[in-house]
Each structure stands twice: as structure tokens, then as C-alpha cells.
């Protein structure tokens, strides 16, 4: 049995790295930085899952809806989210990585993350834009049992 999770990881672009990032309803000079602020909000989870002898792809949409062959997928799926704080009414672009999951023995899983927006609109003052997270996880024949666990990478960037 496998269990496959994927954590947000959430370095910035929208920033360069080593300047404090302003408040988010800051608004900076011509030429500044106007940062943003990504945070995990829930932890996408492909839950457990009965290997194969035949490679499966899992896909799990940001609003939960899991798609599993052969009823492969026996518990516990949930969607992830991310949280983005930023100056108010500006449009952001959000992008995800592709992860590599590795469990204890370092057996990998490839898993492509789904974001259930691409833009956003930031809402006013501090609030936490959130953004679902599915992903399309991708499993080898025979995969070795664990606990499967990575970190993809988000970005934001103004447009």
C-alpha cells in the first residue's frame, strides 16, 4: 500500500531574495517590489493506494474529485490549498512546479500539480486569497509500498 502526500513549498519570485518583504497593503516606489505571501494552507493527499502490477495514474482535482483505476485508490484523498497575501486588487499569476514524491527508501513517485486558478485577483487588506490544489500522480508498476512525501514549488508573479 502506498500513501502519497505533497506539501507547498513557497519560495517567491515576486521578490528578490534577501529583502524583507513589505506589508502587503504596502505599496512601493516606482521601479520597488511588491511582495506576496504564499502559505500552505491544507496539505494535498492522494491517500492510500494498492499498487499494481501495471503503472496507474491518479488524478485528484482541486475540488476533490478523485479519479483512480480499478478501485486502486482505497482512502482518504483530499485536495490541498494555498493561501496568497498580497496588495489588494492586483492580479496575480499563479504557477506550480511538477514534484518528485520519495519515500523512506528513496523510491520515487512523479506527481504534476492542478491549481484550480491560474490568476487571482488579491481581495482587499490582509486578507488569504486561497487556492485549491489537486494533481495528477503518476505510479510505476509494481511501485514500492511507503509513505510518500515532496514539496513542489509555487510562484507568483504580478501581471
Do not use: H, K, W
Not at 505599496?27 to 520597488?32: D, F, I
Not at 494535498?44 to 479519479?67: C, K, N, Q, Y
Not at 500522480?137 to 507568483?156: H, N
Request: hydrophobic share 45%; aromatic share 4%.
Amino acid at each position: 500500500m502506498l500513501s502519497a502526500c505533497a506539501a507547498a513549498s513557497a519560495p517567491l519570485a515576486a521578490a528578490p531574495p534577501g529583502l524583507p518583504a513589505p506589508e502587503a497593503r504596502e505599496r512601493m516606489a516606482p521601479g520597488g517590489f511588491l511582495a506576496a505571501r504564499v502559505e500552505p494552507a491544507r496539505e494535498l493527499s492522494f491517500g492510500a493506494i494498492i499498487a499494481s502490477a501495471e503503472p496507474l495514474v491518479v488524478t485528484l482535482s482541486p475540488d476533490g474529485r478523485l479519479t483512480c483505476p480499478a478501485l486502486r485508490c482505497i482512502g482518504n484523498a483530499s485536495p490541498g490549498e494555498i493561501a496568497i497575501t498580497g496588495a489588494d486588487s492586483y492580479l496575480v499569476s499563479i504557477t506550480v512546479t511538477p514534484a518528485a514524491l520519495v519515500n523512506a527508501e528513496g523510491d520515487v513517485l512523479r506527481v504534476r500539480p492542478l491549481l484550480a486558478a491560474e490568476t487571482l485577483t488579491l481581495q482587499p487588506g490582509n486578507r488569504r486569497n486561497r487556492v485549491g490544489l489537486g494533481g495528477t500522480l503518476s505510479l510505476g508498476a509494481r511501485q514500492a509500498p511507503g509513505d510518500y512525501r515532496g514539496e513542489y514549488l509555487i510562484t507568483v508573479d504580478y501581471l
